[in-house]
């Protein structure tokens, strides 16, 4: 069973950058999908990136496509989200997750592991 725990979330004002970091626990960390999703108040989870096991292939939501980069370091069981131009409408909870799947999907039901979410506040 793989754990997740995130970090690196905070306060920021528009047009800076952030990085958040998610640590595995478990083996076989570097056989899953990941991927960060986000929840603002009041709206559903949505999909922000994700990445396949060997960091070979990356997929992004059109929001935030050019701005934010997922990436993974298997030896270090944790991947990334690199934040840059933050914008306020960003604001959120950010989570990552796991899928037991073998190919990156795009909506929260296929994920499996979940982890406690880290806030991403974006100030105009």
């Known amino acids: 069973q793989v754990q997740l725990v995130e970090s690196g979330g905070g306060l920021v004002q528009a047009g800076d950058s952030l990085r958040l970091s998610c640590a595995a626990s478990?083996?076989?960390?570097?056989?899953?999908?990941m991927a960060w999703f986000r929840q603002a108040p009041g709206k559903e989870r949505e999909f922000v990136a994700a990445?396949?096991?060997?960091?070979?292939?990356?997929y992004y939501a059109d929001s935030v496509k050019g701005r934010f980069t997922i990436s993974r370091d298997n030896a270090k069981n944790t991947v990334y989200l690199q934040m840059n131009t933050l914008k306020p409408e960003d604001t959120a909870v950010y989570y990552c997750?796991?899928?037991?799947?073998?190919?990156?999907?795009?909506?929260?039901?296929?994920?499996?592991?979940w982890g406690q979410g880290t806030q991403v506040t974006v100030s105009s």
């Open positions: 478990g083996r076989a960390f570097n056989s899953y999908p």
């Open positions: 997750a796991a899928t037991y799947y073998t190919d990156i999907y795009l909506k929260a039901e296929d994920y499996h592991v």
């Open positions: 990445i396949t096991w060997s960091g070979g292939r990356t």
